[in-house]
């Protein structure tokens, strides 16, 4: 790559839109070109943001060879088809979350990106930002001794958008906001789970609207995570020890993380650094990982992406949420807790909704 790398994007919708506008923002890197499945959006989109080329296909998209990176922004039940596209195209991508409708499909279009040997990653923001490492940094210190167990919670209210009433668009609270609770868990206590337990309520077309999720880990740590898209929440995470305990807020795009010592005493404050929207550095990896030749970022290696994606399978699973391509192979090999205590990598065996029309891009 030469000059400024050339990121385009495929959907126009309000995520699209947030992405155009950070990379404006940005040094290295320049919004070179947007796709719709209409040139009308494509145009409109193109002419709002000052984006150089405007395509009303996606195919007219993936063929424009002087880009260097797709950002796929189209909802969760086109991501598979969306990057499949781009990466038999020669093109490196990085996919909105949730990555995939199920971990079938994930593993189908990172085995494709290893054998194109480009770049595949996913765009679950959290796992790129400085704050994440800052947490990491203070948990380290010992500052609240050893982690025994974190809460986590993420809601608003958008349970009337199609993209989380309908399960042809790959619906429900657990693919679009319970991901990044589980995200956070999963950044904190590691994968090692034994167990997970998980009760949902749902809407008239059966997809869920509200989650609630506890995990068990090997070393007897808990989580209990809640997603819900009928309300807002505080969208605070808490990690408590035998020392005191931290509490990160909005694990969406942590703003502060403050330590409590025991006698509930706040000791220290972490502020969140500036930034453009917090998109810049899942960029800034990508570049990173393009410029060094890598398939994946080390922020969200493919395997963690397969993990996440196998625990939203197993929770759909348990609650009987299924989507169309459910019914073809892969929620199959999804086992059961009495069949295998989940079976992720390391781990030991042991109300009628109101829906409103979205434009056919993710609106997130």
């Not at 970022?297 to 939203?312: A, D, R, T, Y």
Request: a negative charge; glycine letters at 8%; charged letters at 25%.
């Amino acid at each position: 790559m030469f000059g400024r790398v050339k990121v385009a994007i495929m959907g126009t919708g309000k995520i699209a839109g947030v992405m155009a506008d950070t990379l404006k923002g940005m040094k290295g890197v320049t919004c070179y070109a947007v796709g719709s499945r209409t040139m009308e959006n494509a145009e409109k989109f193109a002419k709002f943001y000052g984006i150089k080329k405007a395509y009303g296909s996606y195919q007219e998209l993936v063929d424009d060879s002087k880009i260097d990176l797709i950002y796929v922004a189209t909802p969760h039940s086109e991501h598979f088809e969306n990057v499949k596209l781009a990466l038999n195209a020669g093109r490196n991508v990085i996919c909105e979350k949730a990555f995939m409708l199920n971990e079938f499909q994930a593993k189908e279009v990172f085995d494709l990106a290893k054998e194109k040997n480009l770049l595949l990653t996913e765009a679950i923001w959290t796992r790129y930002m400085p704050m994440r490492t800052k947490l990491l940094e203070v948990l380290g210190s010992g500052v609240i001794g050893e982690p025994t167990m974190l809460t986590a919670n993420l809601g608003y209210n958008i349970s009337y958008k199609e993209r989380i009433a309908k399960p042809e668009l790959g619906g429900g609270a657990l693919l679009d906001l319970g991901v990044y609770v589980l995200n956070f868990a999963s950044m904190v206590f590691g994968n090692d789970i034994s167990d997970i337990a998980s009760i949902c309520t749902f809407n008239n077309l059966g997809m869920d609207m509200q989650d609630s999720i506890t995990l068990r880990y090997v070393n007897g740590k808990m989580a209990v995570l809640n997603a819900t898209a009928l309300a807002n929440s505080d969208r605070s995470g808490i990690i408590y020890g035998p020392n005191g305990y931290v509490v990160v807020e909005n694990i969406n795009n942590p703003e502060s993380i403050t330590v409590y010592d025991n006698a509930y005493k706040k000791v220290a404050t972490y502020k969140r650094p500036k930034q453009i929207s917090g998109y810049e550095y899942e960029i800034e990896a990508c570049v990173k990982a393009i410029s060094e030749g890598w398939t994946e970022c080390p922020q969200m290696p493919h395997s963690e992406s397969l993990k996440i994606m196998n625990m939203m399978d197993f929770i759909r699973k348990s609650n009987n949420i299924r989507f169309a391509v459910d019914d073809e192979k892969d929620m199959t090999q999804t086992p059961s807790i009495e069949e295998a205590k989940m079976q992720l990598p390391e781990a030991p065996v042991e109300e009628n909704t109101q829906i409103q029309t979205d434009t056919d891009e993710a609106t997130e």
